[in-house]
């Protein structure tokens, strides 16, 4: 049985399709106020609220992309819809009544959406100011994003006697396991790595779910489904964060605590995550996209693994069998496959510290935010007193059916000096570099040739800042 509390009032549900979103399964109770728009977490019509801890333990509001969140993993949480932001005489939230005042709505089919993302900035812990990205997953398709943004950067601070306040005083309790059976299908949530390889044992056919970002696309808009859904979200085991000689990411640790480390705690120690996280779609899906989905979909065109490509990152991967500890370089195998061997996932990501100098991440995309890359680079470059090149790392994405490291590039470039003749010369390197094809978002001939003007861009820049 899933239960959870909505809008302040606790459910149960029995005979759960693992497949079914929290979206449908809201729309057909009548709380219809959540929209659909894309089924696919680009327009944010569908966000809503859950209560939950930040990485340091302080619980606060989260919105999520209801379309993209499986029914069951509702279970055990607290999550507030449009229909439960007013108070219980009808009185406005401080947010709606400023998309009032504000004129913050037109066709209205947004707005809910917005109002949630809102909803969930105006309780941050430690908000000063506008954080434009609180309603980067937002989509206004009737432009009016300008009275929109006049709430955002006006919100007022809660008033002392908000109800909610002394909730987000309160530790917030862990979900647990859950095991859910129908016709449909099986949805299993374990709470350690011991539960889960059992769990995995006796359905070696489950599917691991983390964010479920990628996953539950498919299952929306393309029907596909799976008889059990292995879900990874309770095991702390995959939530580490660690610093020493190396940066130690849990492989379901969120993207947003992530960037929220990266950004307040540890700035300036890998700025290319701190490049590439705001740049990785949107808030809503950064919320629940980790590390480990990320890299363990194999996307070529993902964005984290070039940066973590040229950070000379490895993988932790683990079994029920033990441990293997093997370079981000060797874990593409193939388009969409890994050396994940059966019934192994990805337990830990390892960055080596310090990083090199030098560093950049660059996204071609037709949009700058919210997009899938049509090219995407990272470089790392150490350079010694004579300005000759100690170490150049260069990693591509978008350009073949695997993420790329150029290796020929890299060996070249060592006790060249950094110039633009040294840069000329290693784009010969590159001839042949990939297979870029043409689709939708670009051309191959186009592709081909970002592969070497995002390395002269590179020089361009660190010759700046040298």
């Not at 969930?120 to 506008?130: I, K, L, Q, S, T």
């Not at 006697?161 to 859910?180: H, K, M, N, T, Y």
């Not at 070039?306 to 991967?317: K, Q």
Request: hydrophobic share 40%; glycine share 10%; aromatic share 6%.
């Amino acid at each position: 049985m899933v239960r959870f509390t909505l809008n302040g009032s606790p459910v149960a549900i029995d005979d759960v399709d693992p497949h079914t979103t929290l979206l449908s399964w809201l729309r057909s109770r009548g709380l219809t106020g959540t929209k659909e728009g894309c089924a696919e977490g680009e327009c944010g019509a569908c966000a809503v609220a859950v209560l939950r801890e930040d990485s340091h333990g302080v619980a606060r509001f989260d919105s999520l992309n209801s379309c993209l969140l499986p029914l069951p993993s509702a279970s055990g949480r607290s999550i507030v819809t449009v229909e439960g932001v007013a108070a219980p005489d009808g009185t406005l939230h401080p947010v709606q009544q400023a998309m009032v005042e504000r004129g913050g709505s037109q066709c209205g089919y947004c707005t809910p959406g917005f109002v949630m993302s809102l909803f969930c900035e105006f309780y941050r812990p430690g908000r000063a100011g506008y954080d434009p990205e609180a309603i980067s997953g937002n989509l206004c398709r009737c432009t009016g994003y300008r009275p929109i943004v006049d709430v955002a950067r006006e919100l007022p601070a809660p008033v002392p006697e908000d109800p909610r306040l002394p909730i987000l005083r309160e530790p917030v309790a862990a979900v647990g396991s859950l095991r859910c059976t129908s016709e449909r299908g099986t949805f299993v949530r374990p709470s350690s790595l011991s539960e889960l390889f059992e769990a995995w044992e006796a359905s070696p056919d489950a599917i691991p779910i983390a964010g479920g970002t990628d996953l539950m696309v498919y299952a929306n808009q393309r029907y596909q489904r799976w008889p059990t859904l292995l879900s990874l979200e309770a095991v702390p085991e995959l939530r580490a964060f660690e610093l020493g000689t190396e940066l130690t990411i849990g492989a379901g640790f969120e993207l947003a605590a992530l960037e929220e480390r990266m950004e307040h705690e540890h700035a300036g120690l890998v700025p290319m995550l701190q490049q590439l996280l705001p740049l990785f779609s949107s808030r809503l899906i950064r919320n629940r996209a980790t590390l480990g989905g990320s890299l363990g979909t194999a996307s070529p065109i993902g964005d984290s693994a070039p940066v973590l490509l040229a950070l000379d990152a490895e993988l932790t991967l683990t079994s029920r069998a033990g441990r293997r500890r093997i370079p981000l370089r060797d874990f593409f195998t193939g388009y969409r496959q890994t050396q994940l061997a059966p019934r192994e996932l990805i337990e830990r990501v390892h960055v080596p510290l310090p990083v090199a100098p030098l560093s950049q991440f660059y996204k071609v995309s037709k949009r700058v935010l919210d997009d899938i890359s049509t090219v995407a680079a990272a470089f790392t470059l150490k350079l010694d007193g004579e300005g000759r090149v100690e170490a150049l790392r260069a990693a591509y994405g978008g350009i073949a059916a695997t993420p790329l490291r150029a290796l020929e590039l890299e060996d070249d470039a060592v006790g060249r000096l950094w110039n633009e003749d040294t840069v000329e010369a290693l784009q010969s390197s590159l001839v042949g570099f990939g297979t870029p094809q043409s689709d939708h978002r670009g051309g191959g001939d186009y592709r081909r040739a970002m592969i070497g003007k995002l390395l002269a861009k590179f020089y361009a820049d660190t010759a700046r800042a040298t």
